[in-house]
Nanobody, 127 residues
Framework: QVQLVESGGGLVQAGGSLRLSCAAS????????MGWFRQAPGKEREFVAAISRSGSRVAYADSVKGRFTISRDNDKNTVYLQMNSLKPEDTAVYYC????????????????????WGQGTQVTVSS
C-alpha cells in the first residue's frame, strides 16, 4: 500500500521559512517523479514544484520561483520543499504527489498526471 505522509507545516510570520517533508512508503521511491501542490481556501489546487526521479531536474510555479526549493533523498524515500520568504498568499494546504516514470529526468507539473497523493499539511503565513 502506497503512502505519502507530509509533515513540517505550521504557522509562521511573513518573511519566515518552513521546510516540508514527504515520506513515501510502499513504492520504489527512485522510480517516481514527485511534486508539491497547494490548495488555498476557496481556490483550486495548484502546482508548486516538481522534481525528476534522479533529482537532476526541477520545475517551479512562477509564484514561488526564487523562494522555494524542492529536493529529494532517494535513500530516505523523502522529498522536501524548503520555503523561504513566505508570504500570506502562500497560506494553503500543501500536498505531495508521486507518479512513476520510466525516464529519470522528466518533471511532471500536471496535477491530473499524478497517481498517488498525501493527505496534506497546513501552512499558515501571518502578516
Amino acid at each position: 500500500q502506497v503512502q505519502l505522509v507530509e509533515s513540517g507545516g505550521g504557522l509562521v510570520q511573513a518573511g519566515g521559512s518552513l521546510r516540508l517533508s514527504c515520506a513515501a512508503s510502499g513504492l520504489t521511491f527512485s522510480w517516481y517523479a514527485m511534486g508539491w501542490f497547494r490548495q488555498a481556501p476557496g481556490k483550486e489546487r495548484e502546482f508548486v514544484a516538481a522534481i525528476s526521479r534522479s533529482g537532476s531536474r526541477v520545475a517551479y510555479a512562477d509564484s514561488v520561483k526564487g523562494r522555494f526549493t524542492i529536493s529529494r533523498d532517494n535513500d530516505k524515500n523523502t522529498v522536501y520543499l524548503q520555503m523561504n520568504s513566505l508570504k500570506p498568499e502562500d497560506t494553503a494546504v500543501y500536498y505531495c504527489a508521486a507518479v512513476d516514470r520510466t525516464t529519470t529526468t522528466v518533471v511532471v507539473t500536471t496535477e491530473t498526471t499524478y497517481r498517488y497523493w498525501g493527505q496534506g499539511t497546513q501552512v499558515t503565513v501571518s502578516s
